[in-house]
C-alpha cells in the first residue's frame, strides 16, 4: 500500500483533532457585540466556515483581514488573540503554505505558550516540513498535558512514524488512538492501513468490517475489505462488496473497474446487498 493513499486524509481529520479542547465560538472575544452583519466577529465566524469547508484561501484573506481590527481593540485577552492566530495558521495549512503557517503558530504561542492547540498545530507544520524530531518532541509533551486529547497526539504520532518506516511503532500509537477515539473513523481507518500494509490480513479484515458496519458509507473501506477477500479466495464475500460499491456510487470513479470484479468474480450465492424495492400499485381513489 503506497504512503500516499495513508497521507489523502489527513488535513481534515487533523483540523478535527488539532481543533479539540478550542472553539472560536466558545472563546470569542467579547468586548465587540455581534450586533451587525459586518462586525468583526461576524467576519471570524465567516472565515471559520470557510475553513471548515475548505475554502483555504478565502479563509486566510478574511483572517488577514480581521485579526488586526480585533487585536486592536482593548480588553481583548492575549489567548483570544492567539486562538485567532491559531486559525489563522490553520487557515495557512489548509492552502498548503506551511512557512505561513508555521509563523502564525508561533505568533499564538509568543501570546499564549499554553495554547495547546497552536502547539500540536505547530508540530503538523514541523511534520509537513519533514522536521521530525521537533514534531515528535511537542507531541511528547502534549500527552503529558492532561487536559488535552490524547487521541489526537497517538493519532498524529502515529502519520509521523508512518513517514520514518516505524511501522510496528505506527501500529501502536494508531491502536492507542483507537482505544481512546473509538467512534473515530480517522484512526481506526489508519489502525487498519497499517495492518494491511504489515500484511496481518484477518486483523486488517476484522479492522475493515467493523468500519464497514459502524460507516456503511465509507467506500474506501468497503473497497479495500473486498480486495483482502478476493485475496483469500472468499469471492462470494468479495463479490457482495463490489456490489454494494455499485450500489452506493455506480457512477463514481472507481465504478469501471469496480463493476469488471463484481461482473467476472466467480460465485453461486446471491450477491445484491440491498434488493430493489418491490412493485406496490396504489390504490384507486
Known sequence: MGRMV????????????????????????????????????????QANEYLTKGQCDR??????????RIESQSGIAPYQVAELYYYL??????????????????KALALEPLYHPARNALAIAYMEKNLLDDAE???????????????????????????Q?????????ARKAVDLAPD??????????????????????????????????????????AQLYEKTGELCEAKRLYFRILELDPVGPQADQVATKAR??????PVL????KSYEKKPSP
Open 184 to 225: 473515530e473513523l480517522g484512526p481506526r481507518l489508519l489502525f487498519a492501513q497499517i495492518l494491511e500494509h504489515l500484511g496481518m490480513v484477518p486483523d486488517a479484515i476484522g479492522q475493515y468490517r467493523t468500519i464497514v458496519e459502524k460507516w456503511p458509507q465509507n467506500l474506501e473501506s468497503v473497497y479495500r475489505l
Open 137 to 163: 518532541r511537542i507531541w511528547l509533551e502534549l500527552l503529558k498535558v492532561p487536559d488535552y486529547p490524547a487521541a489526537a497526539v497517538y493519532f498524529n504520532l502515529t502519520r509521523l512514524y508512518i513517514r
Open 273 to 276: 446487498v440491498t434488493p430493489p
Open 89 to 106: 495558521g490553520m487557515a495557512y495549512l489548509c492552502y498548503k503554505d506551511v512557512d505561513g503557517a508555521v509563523i502564525q503558530f508561533q
Open 165 to 173: 518506516d516505524k511501522w510496528t511503532k505506527a501500529l501502536f500509537t
Open 264 to 269: 467476472t468474480l466467480p460465485c453461486d450465492q
Open 59 to 68: 479563509a486566510v484573506n478574511l483572517y488577514r483581514e480581521v485579526i488586526p
Open 6 to 45: 495513508l497521507r489523502r486524509r489527513w488535513l481534515g481529520f487533523l483540523i478535527l483533532l488539532a481543533g479539540l479542547g478550542s472553539s472560536c465560538a466558545g472563546n470569542r472575544p467579547t468586548s465587540i457585540p455581534p450586533s451587525v452583519p459586518n462586525d468583526p466577529l461576524a467576519k471570524i465566524a
